[in-house]
């Protein structure tokens, strides 16, 4: 009998064990921690914790050439019989494999799930001839828009996963408020703006309310533009009350940003439709509350389990109310928090994926020369 094959992970922006790319793959391992895999990752990549617990790892992906090394990744993957799966899985990835391969991909070889999809009837038309090429890809999304898109595509193996991101530390013991707190990477789609404007606000109001703001970068450590100019507005800003974190945390440090919190979260909708943040979770396991705007993906959490307030625009004067709000019932607020991030456990999210990985992973096993192919 073969011994089970390795499930070859593919995520190129994997920099660091912040962000979304390395809080999805946490959690896909907290549900399978037996299921055999290797991540291929950033060049660069800081992941002691990855290391620490023994996950193989091949630093590959450098940020200016990545597309072209996916190109080349996925047909050596392909020709060695290896399962792969892309966690963060985008059209230019669909592309890739279909190119990459040199015909069709058999059953239980490729899975890619999407986070987000752009729609449009060009992008509908070629999604119809790659699935036409492709029938046998395994297909996964966070939302039905994103399922129902890439089914009427013509792909029949699609379903729905809702994952359960966050660390897998312990949560953090109950606590009083504390401050409101602003987690994550300062970018632009997770509203960084809406922030620094409820900053503004603070100041201009005379409030004596506690804000904690993380000012850190992307995967690379960059800001986008309009970020580099908030964080300059940020600066400026005069209030006593504000913590600007801008040294790098480990997990355990981050962690504890949420104990007493409420946690903002001011994204856009065109991007967290259907996409997932991972500070949600983490927000929930640890008890903080967290206020959001409506038409996301965290604004259904909140309202479906009582674990924060919805505001329908981000303006300060809305996040501030709502903060109140919830802040005149923190303990409440908390409790439906943890709850919530109870609820969200990894091993029933993840099933739907980690089932047909396993029986890919315990399938024939690839060729000795196409093994040692993989090989670097």
């Not at 804000?211 to 600066?235: E, K, N, P």
């Not at 329908?312 to 709850?339: G, I, K, T």
């Amino acid at each position: 009998m073969l011994p089970p094959r390795a499930i070859e992970i593919v995520e190129p922006t994997l920099a660091s064990e912040a962000g979304h790319c390395a809080a999805l793959f946490a959690s896909l391992h907290a549900a399978a921690p037996a299921l055999p895999v290797r991540l291929w990752i950033d060049h660069h990549a800081q992941v002691p914790r990855l290391q620490e617990q023994g996950v193989p790892l091949q630093r590959f992906f450098r940020r200016r050439w990545r597309k072209l090394q996916a190109l080349w990744l996925y047909r050596r993957l392909l020709r060695s019989g290896a399962p792969i799966l892309v966690p963060t899985a985008t059209w230019f990835d669909l592309r890739a494999l279909d190119l990459a391969a040199r015909g069709p991909i058999p059953p239980r070889r490729a899975f890619l799930y999407f986070h987000k999809w752009r729609a449009s009837a060009r992008r509908a038309q070629a999604l119809a001839r790659l699935a036409r090429r492709q029938p046998d890809l395994a297909l996964f999304g966070t939302s039905q828009a994103i399922v129902q898109a890439l089914r009427r595509g013509g792909f029949t193996h699609v379903e729905q996963l809702v994952p359960a991101l966050g660390a897998d530390l312990p949560a953090q013991p109950p606590a009083p408020f504390r401050a409101l707190l602003s987690a994550g990477a300062a970018r632009a789609d997770k509203g960084f703006t809406h922030v620094v404007d409820l900053v503004e606000h603070l100041a201009a109001a005379g409030s004596s309310l506690p804000i904690v703001v993380q000012a850190s970068g992307d995967h690379y450590g960059r800001f986008d533009q309009s970020t580099r100019a908030d964080l300059r507005r940020l600066q400026r800003c005069d209030y006593p009350h504000l913590t600007v974190l801008t040294d790098t945390m480990d997990a355990q440090q981050y962690q504890q940003l949420f104990a007493g919190a409420i946690c903002l979260q001011p994204y856009g909708r065109a991007d967290y439709a259907d996409k997932m943040s991972a500070v949600t979770f983490d927000a929930l396991r640890n008890g903080a509350p967290i206020v959001t705007v409506a038409g996301t993906t965290m604004a259904a959490i909140a309202e479906a389990s009582a674990a924060g307030l919805v505001v329908d625009e981000p303006n300060p004067q809305a996040l501030l109310a709502a903060c109140q709000a919830v802040l005149q019932r923190y303990a409440e607020f908390s409790q439906h928090a943890r709850r919530a991030g109870a609820a969200h456990a990894p091993n029933s999210a993840w099933r739907p994926l980690v089932e047909p990985l396993q029986l890919a992973s315990a399938g024939s096993g690839p060729s000795p020369r196409a093994a040692t192919a993989v090989q670097d």
